[in-house]
């Protein structure tokens, strides 16, 4: 018998709109893979929702739905795409100009995608000066964007007949900020939107407009853009769900890979040098050391916590760790990861391990968007509200409470991701201690 909690989770019946701010190499490459999936035409790798399994009660109950039958999900063909851009070209054009697709791949989704056109997106090259926007929002105040954006929201439910909508950011990585005075409280970031604070950047202003409508959030990149005091206060308000922030892909997804089985078997870990090339307009935008400071900080977080040099300081406690990006056009979206590793075991001897991950970071980010759009939607109908620590799994720089520190081992994020949606459907927690099944004390 569960002794779970009982949750109430409203069916996920309608439309659901998905609308990224951003409609360049990830939001695109998304949308062209629902729609192939949709067409039968390719399959879901790396998607949970689509192909991950959760395992009920017992081993010896062999109760292993697929995650999309156990939870009610909204479906594939349910859904609606939309966004924003700071240039006009439709998401077949968009997603023909990143690179990340062949040709031949998009031509079979063509119509479809042509039919998504960005709106007007707010921009201004303050927090990303290595772009320059075309089809963006002008002549007013941020608090006049703020409403824009809001705008823009209800016309894009009323246009496509969506019942619900959610908002995942796939936009670049803006300049380096910290929480300010504006980001204090609530009253102070509206003053702040109407009196342009500079303090405040694009995304803000679209987290504000879709929390102020009970629009869930998601931040899939490093900015300061939700997690701050005044964008809590807002989601507990309007009873939303936040979530952020730095899609997990490439090297970090190794290094939480990795890291967690170094410390799992006390191997210590004296160096970790990582290197990346990359020529999509995300390498582009990085290329600004402002923008690469934003990366670098949510980058270099991930091993510190893992390893905990403070619990393990004869293994960790003299780690260096260095982080470079370098903007290589040649490459395209087919990113390239290489790290060095110096480790080093039983009586302290040497031993190094090479990783070069030619990955493509579109291909492995479309999925996380498709997950957190479904989940967060299954949080909005849970009548969750504020941050969604149990999501930290897609995040190279997890959001959580002020008084907590981020969970970045991938194992621990899966199952606390797992058990939140067996709290959810009212199933009991699996802790795999697996005492029930031995008489290790009888």
Known sequence: MSTAPEVTVAP?????GILTPGMGAVSTTFMAGVLAVRKGLAKPFGSLTQMGTIRLGKRTDGRVPTINEFVDLAQLPDIAFGGW?????DAYEAALNAGALKKEDLDNVKDELEQIKPMKAVFSKDYVKKLDGTWVKTG??????AQAVMEDIKNFQAENNVDRVVVVWCG???IFLTPGDVHANLAAFEEGLKNDDPGI??????????LKMGVPFANGAPNLTCDFPAMYELAKETQTPICGKDFKTGQT???TILAPGFKARLLGVSGWFSTNILGNRDGAVLDDPESFKTKEESKLGVLD??????????LYGDIYHKVRINYYPPRGDNKEGWDNIDIFGWLGYPMQIKVDFLCRDSILAAPIVLDLALFMDLAKRSSFSGLQDWLSFYFKSPTVAPELYPEHDIFIQQMKLKNTLRYIM?????????ADYYDYYR
């Not at 851009?85 to 070209?89: A, G, H, V």
């Open 12 to 16: 996920a019946t309608g439309r659901l």
């Open 85 to 89: 851009d700071i240039f006009e070209d």
């Open 140 to 145: 007013g105040t941020k608090w006049d964007y």
């Open 172 to 174: 670049s990585t803006e």
């Open 201 to 210: 950047a694009p995304s803000m202003i679209y987290c504000y407009a879709a």
């Open 253 to 255: 997804l190794m290094k």
């Open 305 to 314: 916590q893992i390893l905990q040099p403070d619990l393990y300081p004869d």
């Open 426 to 434: 009212g199933e009991d927690q699996i802790t795999h201690l697996g």
